[in-house]
Each structure stands twice: as structure tokens, then as C-alpha cells.
């Protein structure tokens, strides 16, 4: 995918007069993006319409108009795009109640690299987590991770799907302390169904400790 750049960007005004549409239009291009690994944890893949809105919100909460800053959005927001044979997702770790979010927290430390994904028979690609800062320390993680899958040539090539979105023959497992999730994805169904129809087209699996 091409990196954003500032001619796609709308100005500050423009963006305030389309923002809600343009709101629920990535709001519903994310559902068929998320993929829930158990009931707290979720990947979301990112393309360049999930990147230019978190960019134009930014853009828009600090009020930066002048094309030095903007130029630095992009630079920090440009990477998390896909590019070349690979994914990237932003993973996130969900608790509302506070205590059990530091307790999970706490619980969770390295899961980001104990992230994969599996392509047909091939195997497991573990995620790249974090390229831009450590998220983790030795007492707990972040709610909040980069991961990129680097995919080879022959999974391509077996799977010519590969590039936008994992939609088939896929497992993303995570495995720490306390938490064991598998999701599969089976082929015969849509990308849409992934989130509109969760119990037919994504089997969450506890796996036993």
C-alpha cells in the first residue's frame, strides 16, 4: 500500500464539516478488520483509511495546520501502514473495570511477541511488536501494541489474498500466564462476516493450560 500524503489530507475546516461522515465510514470499514482473540484481547489491521483517519483526529485534537507538523503526523503515522508482503495491526487490550486491567496487565507481560499467524500449511509468522518504542516492562504491558506479520513470497504465491487482510486458512494465537486463545478464520466465509456474524464465521477456542 502507498504511504499518505499531505495532498490527501483535508485541511482542519474541510475535515470539520465531513468529520462525522467520515467518522461512521471508518467506524464500518474497521468491523471487518477486528478480529477478537477472546473476550479482551483484539487485532485491528490497519490499511491507509484506518491511518488517515487517526491521523486527520490528531491533526484535529492538537490543531496543527502548518505543513512542517502535519509533515511529522506522517512521518510518525506512515509506518503503521502495510508495505511490501506483510500485516500490520494494532492490538489492543480491553478491561473495564480498572483493577482487572492492572491486574491483567500485570498478568500479560510479553505478550506482544507471542503473537502469530499461520498461512495455510506454512509455518507460524510471530509478530514484530513494538518497532518504534518498548511498550512492556518486567512488571506489566501496555494496553495498547504495533504489531507487523512479515510474510514470505510463497505464502503469497499460495495465497494471492494475502496482502490486504488475513481472510483464510489463518490462526492467531496468543499464549501468556494467563490467557490461551486461538481464533480461526475458515476461507468460506466473507471478510464481513468476521465481525456481523461472529459464532458462524470465527470459532474462539479456549485452549487448555
Not at 506482544?112 to 500449511?121: A, H, I, K, L, S
Request: aromatic fraction near 10%; proline fraction near 6%.
Amino acid at each position: 500500500m502507498e504511504k499518505l500524503n499531505l495532498d490527501e489530507l483535508w485541511s482542519l475546516e474541510k475535515y470539520a464539516q465531513c468529520r462525522s461522515e467520515f467518522r461512521q465510514e471508518v467506524l464500518n470499514h474497521k468491523q471487518a478488520r477486528r478480529l477478537s482473540i477472546g473476550p479482551n484481547v483484539s487485532l485491528l489491521f490497519e490499511d491507509r483509511i484506518t491511518i488517515r483517519y487517526q491521523v486527520q483526529e490528531m491533526l484535529r485534537v492538537e490543531r496543527i495546520f502548518e505543513p512542517q507538523g502535519i509533515a511529522e503526523e506522517l512521518a510518525a503515522y506512515n509506518p503503521l501502514i502495510p508495505d511490501g508482503m506483510n500485516w500490520k495491526a494494532t492490538m489492543l487490550i480491553q478491561f473495564d473495570d480498572v483493577e482487572e486491567r492492572r491486574i491483567a496487565l500485570r498478568n500479560m507481560v510479553g505478550i506482544e511477541q507471542r503473537v502469530w499467524v499461520r498461512v495455510e500449511d506454512f509455518p507460524p509468522v510471530y509478530a514484530i511488536a513494538d518497532e518504534d518504542l518498548e511498550r512492556s516492562t518486567e512488571e506489566k504491558t501496555s494496553a495498547v501494541h504495533f504489531l507487523r506479520f512479515e510474510l514470505d513470497s510463497g505464502m503469497g504465491r499460495r495465497w494471492p489474498a494475502v496482502r490486504p487482510f488475513p481472510r483464510a486458512f489463518n490462526i492467531v494465537l496468543t499464549s501468556t500466564r494467563s490467557l490461551r486463545y486461538r481464533a480461526i478464520l475458515f476461507p468460506h466465509f466473507p471478510p464481513i462476516c468476521l465481525c456481523r456474524s461472529i459464532p458462524s464465521a470465527l470459532w474462539l477456542v479456549r485452549v487448555a493450560q
